[in-house]
């Protein structure tokens, strides 16, 4: 027990030290000499656990596509009417992405920077998680319609709207290092939805 114990130690401080270092600096700028040296293990542990680095940086950002999706949607879960909900996409952003929190910006954009084959396993995961937010952006907006006249093709476009507007958000709030993008998105996004502020 004890010996699993160490293995899943291990394997979460190098998941953990990939991440950081990843984020701040990187994929190509992050050697695995220096990930081993930063997460304070052997080599073989990394092999034990990797077949390679881009095997690291997947696990990575699977991980990462859990954490914030199960933040997100405990954000989410604390509004009562769906209007309310898809406010709290905005809070959530606003509160993950101003001042400083997120400095490089998001994580699976600057992989895309870095894996250029759009055939490449790292781009077809980034292309997975987008995905997934912006199907959790359309659940949202269909909740909010339900019952409604609104067909599903309008509503489509909505929640495709709302999702670029997030987005906009991911992207411009490391550039000005304040909340305003997420608030202006939210106004925005607020007055196509048609909710009254």
Not at 48 to 62: C, G, I, P, R, S
Not at 97 to 114: D, I, K, P, Q
Not at 185 to 191: F, T
Request: charged share 25%; with cysteine; net charge negative.
């Amino acid at each position: 027990m004890a010996d699993t114990l160490e293995k899943q130690c291990v394997r979460d401080r190098l998941m953990e030290t990939a991440a950081r270092l990843f984020y701040n600096q990187g994929f190509q700028a992050s050697g695995i000499n220096e990930i081993i040296r930063e997460a304070g293990i052997a080599k073989a542990s990394f092999y034990h656990h990797f077949k390679t680095k881009e095997d690291l940086l997947v696990a990575t950002l699977e991980q990462r596509h859990d954490r914030m999706m199960g933040e997100l949607r405990g954000m989410v879960s604390q509004g009562k009417t769906p209007e309310e909900k898809i406010g709290r996409v905005f809070e959530w952003l606003g509160q993950s992405c101003s001042c400083g929190t997120s400095t490089h910006g998001c994580a699976y954009l600057n992989m895309v920077s870095e894996f250029r084959d759009a055939g490449s396993r790292v781009r077809e995961l980034v292309k997975w998680h987008k995905s997934s937010f912006r199907q959790f952006m359309l659940e949202l907006v269909t909740a909010h319609f339900r019952g409604s006249d609104k067909s599903e093709d309008e509503q489509s476009d909505l929640a495709d709207e709302l999702y670029l507007l997030a987005e906009a958000v991911f992207v411009a709030s490391p550039v000005h290092q304040c909340s305003w993008p997420a608030e202006t998105a939210w106004r925005i996004a607020a007055a196509r939805m048609g909710f009254e502020q």
